[in-house]
């Protein structure tokens, strides 16, 4: 369970319907570990900022994070949190491992600007 | 000048818990006060797992628990918080300072410096390039993907060796690459490490470059007592090479630095410009523990206190 104040995904039906109704979606898929808490509080204060944009996070250990686990766009990813944007459905970028405010605002301007 | 400009009595620069302890002091007394950081509170304590040496809690408590108290108890008091902003421009050097985030500029009368430290990085070619797809710099959270894998870790010190025991749980192999030639960490975790049968150690050597040739990362590292250069392909790169004072904001600022880059204060956390006191991890000093950055910013705060 993340202790985290983000909205959660807890099932691939979940995340179906998120990016399928919502243009622009940034979900981070992690444990409460060194590496994914920044992300999430980084996300928290984002929610405001960009009211257009989604934000949510995944455990990253529960069976249906395999929607995640098993993109294309992880596949050679080896280090937590996995950071997936989508817009319109489709995933436009993906992450691994910490990124500052600063890496996440510019990713923002260049996925969903 | 900007059109948006706000006035406080002071801006901490740095939300981790000097910072915050500062805060919470000021905004009880009454002094206006805002915090600013580039990243979200809580500095190096939020990431922590468990924290069982701050008094007051019998149990061990979550360094992120810890940390959103801390900035809630602050909240509590009046503190204004601008969280993952980079302040793009400062003056710190006369009676009234000023910093901008976003063409928005803060004014002030004082400014507590409390930005902490950073893991240091290697700074070499395929360190930024593959972090996250091959380099590493936590075992707790990425030593799983390496479950009977070859891995190296850069590194001798205290942390690097406790790291390596966790690791050493996952791995097939670890080949640790250090500068010396004998391991820094306390002799305890040194010896468990250089008596584990899964470990060798590459004394002397320091990395040079990364890179990836298909699923393997590739290592060159130099002997610094003969300059060869060796090149050692494994799964993975674990890199644990000390901490460094966040001080890029301020490094053309006229603030007396110590050799390795710490902010001189005196006893009251005063700093060499007039205003300006440095707290935390980010001051020169011989112990960092969270206890030491809060008491640092009690001091700075009651100083503040008494001067606004």
Excluded at chain 1, 70 to 84: A, H, K
Aim: proline share 4%.
């Amino acid at each position: 369970m993340l202790r985290t104040n983000l909205e959660h995904v807890s099932t691939k039906e979940e995340l179906q319907e998120l990016i399928e109704n919502n243009e622009k979606v940034a979900v981070c898929c992690g444990r409460m570990g060194p590496m994914c808490i920044p992300v999430y509080d980084i996300f928290e204060i984002f929610q405001d900022e960009y009211p257009d944009i989604q934000f949510r996070d995944m455990e990253f250990d529960i069976p249906d994070a395999s929607v995640i686990r098993s993109l294309p766009e992880c596949r050679s990813f080896n280090s937590l949190p996995f950071t997936i944007y989508y817009r319109n459905g489709k995933v436009v970028k993906a992450t691994s491992s910490i990124q500052s405010a600063k890496q996440i605002k510019d990713i923002i301007s260049e996925v969903f600007s | 000048m900007n059109q948006n400009s706000h006035f406080f009595d002071l801006i901490i620069i740095g939300a981790g818990p000097a910072g915050l302890a500062t805060a919470i002091y000021t905004s009880r007394a009454s002094i206006s006060t805002l915090v600013i950081d580039q990243s979200s509170a809580g500095g190096q304590i939020k990431t922590t797992h468990q924290v069982a040496n701050y008094p007051g809690f019998v149990e061990p408590v979550s360094g992120y628990e810890l940390a959103r108290n801390m900035r809630k108890q602050a909240e509590k008091y009046g503190t204004k918080f601008k969280l993952a902003s980079e302040i793009t421009a400062m003056n710190l050097e006369e009676v009234e300072k000023w910093v901008e985030i976003d063409s928005t500029r803060y004014t002030c009368k004082h400014v507590v410096i409390a930005t902490g430290s950073s893991p240091r990085l290697l700074n070499i070619p395929g360190e930024l390039e593959f972090k996250g797809t091959g380099i590493s710099y936590c075992a707790t959270c990425d030593g799983e993907f390496f479950k009977d894998k070859d891995i190296i870790v850069v590194g001798g010190g205290n942390s690097a060796m406790e790291e390596s025991l966790l690791l050493l749980q996952y791995v097939k192999s670890i080949t640790v690459i250090h500068q010396f030639d004998v391991l820094q960490a306390e002799k305890i975790t040194a010896d468990k490490i250089m008596q584990h049968p899964k470990v060798s150690i590459l004394w002397s050597h320091e990395p040079r470059k990364f890179e990836k040739i298909g699923e393997k990362m590739v290592t060159v590292a130099e002997n610094l007592k003969t300059k060869e250069l060796v090149t050692l392909e494994r799964d993975g790169i674990f890199i644990f090479v000390g901490m460094l004072p966040n001080i890029d904001l301020f490094k053309n600022l006229p603030l007396q630095f110590s050799p390795q880059g710490y902010i001189i204060t005196n006893e009251r956390m005063e700093t060499n410009l007039q205003g300006v006191y440095a707290v935390g991890d980010v001051r020169d000093k011989p112990y960092r523990q969270i206890t030491t950055a809060v008491g640092d910013g009690t001091v700075a705060s009651l100083e503040v206190i008494r001067k606004n």
